[in-house]
């Protein structure tokens, strides 16, 4: 047997005005993760800025490596180029906007993406140990 609710019309739904209530109340939990995801954004920003600060060390260091006019010279300034407007990137960029880059960017190339994140994972490696 299925319940059927009259409902006047104007009138106001008592199971409407219960659900409004606890759409508004506030969880204490709900504070608590806020918190939490702000830190932790606080710390994906520390460490994008550290990164950046070290991609300018590294360029600088590039654009002094080989005698200007050389082919290695040439070369190392336009790495260092690159290196540094990477840099300038991370700085500039929102860290809710580069997850976003990046998840559009895996769902685009998921295979390159995967490949990507295996170099990075073997270059982190390589630094860690030397």
Request: hydrophobic share 30%.
């Amino acid at each position: 047997m299925e319940s059927q609710t009259n409902h006047i019309p104007g009138a106001a739904n008592p199971l409407e005005e219960e659900q409004k209530v606890h759409r508004s109340e506030d969880t204490p939990g709900s504070d608590r993760q806020s918190e939490n995801l702000q830190q932790v954004k606080g710390r994906i920003d520390d460490v994008i800025d550290g990164t950046a600060s070290k991609l300018h060390t590294v360029a600088d260091k590039l654009e002094n490596y080989g005698e200007p006019g050389t082919q290695v010279g040439r070369l190392s300034s336009g790495v260092a180029g690159t290196i540094r407007r990477g840099a300038e990137y991370l700085e500039s960029t929102d860290t809710d906007e580069l997850g976003e880059q990046f998840k559009k960017q895996i769902r685009k190339q998921p295979l390159l993406s995967v490949g990507g994140a295996f170099v990075v994972g073997f270059l982190l490696a390589r630094l860690i140990k030397s």
